[in-house]
């Protein structure tokens, strides 16, 4: 008796991302089994392309549309598979690729494709901001405006978005913000609010690192106000997954939340600015999402080698804003 294979569609992004495409899509030829898959491979060629062939895949019920490309393509793909039958896969190649690392789906591609040869379907949550779906993280404050500048940079990787930051560090204001958390009203100067989904931004930077993919609730962190010394503290927090337990840190945990802010201005979700009015309403949707996941994950991929260039790129950032302001008042007694 011969088993019906499986529709699966690859959408791959061809300018997304840090790695070259067409060895993915070599090692898919070579290691994908063809005993279980029939597949496809379908190559954007437009912004917002990946969503139409995702739709059109969940209405034909696939059994599931793989991203090859990093959280904006996954993104786009994910909010047309929620509710549907058809689940998402990920070959992550992106410069953060938030949602693959929390789910533990490799950065190598050879083990990402051994992953959906697996076939092992985990449903999960998502969020919604203003009504715009993500998967990881959205929020408000200097992540968002830096996610912005980033998107405005052309620059890609976990560096540039470090150097952006420091360099927008000294000249952004914490706002005023006003929280409703289901009824309950508090008042932050804040940095940033973050809306977790799941734990981290990407690149393992670890924003709500108790945040769960399956909980039901969002995990929300305020950072508030600091100064350039606690720099490099928050930093190491942020990737050893101990950020909540910095002074500068507020959390809780919730199924909805209005943020009200004085002005309008940037938002996020997943990374990708959007601008947002006074109000925000952010809320959770339970276990709307089928994805591809390892059965049993190994343990977190962690780049050492990036940590420690982080770190370097923050400390030698200090330095040079220090140098700078030391020359700025040289300047003003002369």
Same mark, same amino acid.
Do not use: W
């Given at each position: ?30 290691? /994908? ?69 929390? /789910? ?184 709307? /999402? ?30 040079? /804003? ?13």
């Amino acid at each position: 008796m011969t088993t019906e294979k499986k529709k699966i569609t690859f959408i791959v992004n061809p300018i997304s991302g840090t790695q070259g495409k067409e060895q993915i899509l070599k090692l898919i030829r070579e290691r /994908l089994d063809l005993e279980k898959y029939e597949y496809e491979v379908i190559k954007t060629e437009y912004a917002g392309h990946a969503i139409v062939i995702a739709n059109e895949c969940a209405e034909r019920k696939d059994h599931a549309v793989i991203a090859i490309g990093g959280d904006g393509t996954v993104n786009e793909i994910a909010r047309s598979l929620v509710h549907t039958q058809t689940a998402l896969g990920i070959i992550p190649c992106g410069s953060g690729n938030g949602l693959a690392r929390h /789910l533990h789906i490799s950065t190598n591609a050879r083990k990402a494709i051994d992953i959906l040869n697996q076939g092992y379907i985990e449903t999960i949550d998502y969020g919604k901001i203003n009504g715009q779906l993500f998967f990881c993280t959205c929020g408000v404050g200097f992540d968002a405006f830096i996610s912005l500048k980033f998107a405005e940079s052309g620059k890609r990787g976990p560096l540039s978005y470090v150097e952006q930051t420091l360099r927008e560090n000294l000249s952004y204001k914490p706002e005023t913000y006003e929280l409703d958390i289901e009824g309950n009203t508090e008042h932050y100067q804040a940095f940033v609010i973050a809306c977790g989904n799941a734990a981290q931004y990407g690149n393992n930077a670890f924003i709500a690192p108790s945040a769960s993919l399956t909980d039901g609730l969002l995990d929300i962190t305020v950072l508030l106000p600091f100064t350039l010394l606690d720099v490099p503290s928050l930093t190491f927090q942020l990737f050893n997954k101990t950020i909540d337990q910095n002074s500068h840190i507020k959390t809780f945990r919730c199924k909805s939340l209005h943020i009200h802010r004085e002005k309008p201005g940037v938002a996020h979700y997943d990374g990708d600015p959007i601008m947002m009015g006074e109000d925000i309403y952010v809320n959770i949707v339970p276990a709307g /999402l089928r994805v591809i996941t390892p059965e049993e994950p190994e343990s977190p991929e962690h780049d050492e080698n990036m940590l420690e260039r982080t770190q370097e790129v923050v400390l030698n950032g200090i330095k040079q /804003l220090n140098d700078e302001f030391f020359e700025g008042i040289r300047k003003l007694n002369r």
